[in-house]
Antibody, heavy 124, light 107 residues
Framework: QVQLQQSGPGLVKPSQILSLTCAIS??????????WNWIRQSPSRGLEWLGRTYYRSKWSNDYEESVKSRITVSPDTSRNQFSLQLNSVTPEDTAVYYC??????????????WGQGTLVTVSS | AIQMTQSPSSLSASVGDRVTITCRASQGIRNDLAWYQQKPGKAPTLLIY???NLQSGVPSRFSGSGSGTDFTLTISSLHPEDFATYYC?????????FGGGTKVEIK
């Protein structure tokens, strides 16, 4: 059974850095059958995918275009976790943030496990 | 990015009713479509993946169908615990995109 445990602050000041971590149990961040994602949810934007990191023969990332200049998703193999860093936040970044695993079988890929969610409020 | 248009945005139904929710993709996504259930204050949980495959532990009253651009989630007989919000997700390509959600409320 895969479990994803999120940690990080719930309040961030405008223009500062939002940082969250997702600890993985039951799988490896280096798995070649998985990609590790950050997704957020707000009343105004709904569910919005932000970015991912994954390992095949090397580490790679993909990011949503609207946050591409501000986001970093990175693995930590020593702790079997991955993290989100979002720079220069504004109140529009206020949302519940989720980490999630996208699992790839031999025939398809799908998001199957989610972290518990972290409400991050951007406010001074 | 692929747009996922989900309908209806909300519906009222009674226990025992058959409920159908649809999702339309702005372009073909093969069979890379999943459905999720979300209850207030909780993360979404996977119901169905690859259009019609039931996730382990999900009751058989949930089913999915469709192909290409048009997909359907059906609940054959609503149970009290099924009152929630449902989302579709395309994982055909990145960025992953979600439908806007369907809130199933008690009539």
């Amino acid at each position: 059974q895969v479990q994803l445990q999120q940690s990080g602050p719930g309040l961030v000041k405008p223009s500062q850095i939002l940082s969250l971590t997702c600890a993985i149990s039951g799988d490896s961040v280096s798995s070649k059958s998985a990609a590790w994602n950050w997704i957020r949810q707000s009343p105004s934007r709904g569910l919005e995918w932000l970015g991912r990191t994954y390992y095949r023969s090397k580490w790679s990332n993909d990011y949503e275009e609207s946050v591409k200049s501000r986001i970093t998703v990175s693995p930590d193999t020593s702790r079997n976790q991955f993290s989100l860093q979002l720079n220069s936040v504004t109140p529009e970044d206020t949302a519940v943030y989720y980490c999630a695993r996208l699992y790839c079988s031999s025939i398809s890929c799908y998001v199957d496990y989610w972290g518990q969610g972290t409400l991050v409020t951007v406010s001074s | 990015a692929i747009q996922m248009t989900q309908s209806p945005s909300s519906l009222s139904a009674s226990v025992g009713d058959r409920v159908t929710i649809t999702c339309r993709a702005s372009q073909g996504i093969r069979n890379d479509l999943a459905w999720y259930q979300q209850k207030p204050g909780k993360a979404p949980t996977l119901l169905i993946y690859t259009v019609s495959n039931l996730q382990s532990g999900v009751p058989s009253r949930f089913s999915g169908s469709g192909s290409g651009t048009d997909f359907t989630l059906t609940i054959s007989s609503l149970h009290p615990e099924d009152f929630a919000t449902y989302y579709c997700l395309q994982d055909y390509n990145y960025p992953l995109t979600f439908g806007g959600g369907t809130k199933v409320e008690i009539k």
